[in-house]
């Protein structure tokens, strides 16, 4: 969600106007603010560097009395997660154990920001609230000085099925499929476990080009389907400062990058699918990093998966083999296999 500081593309401008004016009706009509919080991570004071996490939420405009209200699972249109009205610049009070600091929105309403702590290493809820409004709570993962193993995992047809990004599907997926009309790849959860079970501590990480509006339903269906718990590194789904559109790819290269300077005591066990740019991503990454990677697990898309995905069942111009790798790479249609190829590696 971190944008240049340049001069606003045109369309990221049409966008703040359009916000600010709804902002101004609604607030007219009664309605509040309120804190969406999202899960974070931050690490332990090291190298004479204190401790700190990074604080991902946002503050939205809700009738008064339906903030925080559940929606029943299973009959949410995907649409509802983007109409929403975010509030610019409001401040943020970020507590954490015994530290307190106060940030501030971005245009599109979003908190996305590194506020030092004292926490120790594990899972901790930390509080965001509005100067004037109740607390509301964000699980934050604390990486210890020690820690050296965690897992980038993709989202879609990774830990998934959704048969993006084509965009009528995407679009289908996104915006009309009830929350439940999504399905689990096989075998993918367990072995995520076992990873967390055999090296306790593990940051699990999932990264998408996915918007942050999606996140509830995100993490519903990974809580339903026995996913370990972590965070949710989406982006934001709108123009930016330099165009229309965001890069995807620019979006997983940049946080890679940023995982590998924020914990440099950790080796990323990258885990994703063939549908698009996994392999490229992580390849450039393992490239740029390869002290950083302790290996690379890609998902085999089925025949129809690969004609939705690509639109074609063969492969792309650009697509490497597991040789080209500077560290070790597996592939496999699921995750029973995956976990076998990753024993047989060494990499579990």
């Not at 949410?76 to 154990?97: E, H, I, L, N, Y």
């Not at 920001?113 to 899972?123: I, K, N, Q, S």
């Not at 450039?284 to 690969?306: K, M, N, S, W």
């Amino acid at each position: 969600m971190t944008e240049s500081r340049a001069k606003p593309h045109l369309a990221a401008v049409l966008e703040a106007r359009a916000d600010a004016v709804v902002e101004q009706v609604l607030r007219g009509r009664g309605w509040v603010p309120h804190v969406v919080a999202y899960p974070g991570y931050g690490s332990v004071a090291r190298d004479g560097a204190p401790g700190w996490i990074r604080v991902l939420g946002r503050v939205l405009l809700s009738r008064p009395g339906t903030a925080g209200q559940p929606r029943r699972q299973g009959l949410v249109r995907g649409w509802r997660s983007f109409v929403t009205a975010p509030v610019a610049g409001a401040q943020v009070v970020v507590t954490a154990g015994s530290s307190t600091g106060t940030v501030r929105t971005n245009r599109s309403g979003y908190v996305d920001a590194v506020v030092e702590c004292d926490l120790p290493a594990g899972t901790h809820e930390v509080t965001l609230r509005l100067p004037d409004g109740e607390p509301t709570s964000a699980v934050v993962t604390v990486v210890g000085a020690q820690q050296t193993l965690g897992v980038v995992s993709d989202i879609d047809d990774t830990v998934m099925i959704t048969s993006l990004p084509r965009p009528l599907i995407a679009a289908w997926n996104t915006f009309v499929l009830h929350e439940q009309a999504r399905y689990v790849v096989p075998g993918m959860a367990p072995l995520y476990r076992e990873i967390v079970v055999r090296q306790p501590g593990t940051l699990v990480v999932y990264l998408s080009t996915g918007a942050f509006n999606v996140a509830p339903t995100l993490s519903r269906f990974l809580t339903r389907h026995g996913y370990p718990a972590g965070p949710l590194l989406l982006t934001d789904w709108g123009p930016t400062n330099t165009g229309w559109f965001r890069s995807g790819r620019q979006h997983k290269a940049a946080t890679l990058r940023r995982l590998a300077r924020e914990l440099p005591q950790v080796r990323w066990l990258l885990i994703g699918d063939d549908g698009q740019h996994d392999p490229d991503i992580y390849l450039d990454f393992a490239r740029e990093y390869p002290q950083h990677v302790r290996g690379i697990a890609i998902r085999q898309l089925t025949t129809g998966e690969r004609v939705l995905s690509r639109g074609t069942t063969g492969p792309r111009p650009e697509d490497h083999g597991p040789a080209e790798a500077p560290v070790p790479e597996v592939r496999a249609p699921d995750g029973t296999g995956l976990g076998d190829a990753l024993r047989r590696a060494g990499l579990l």
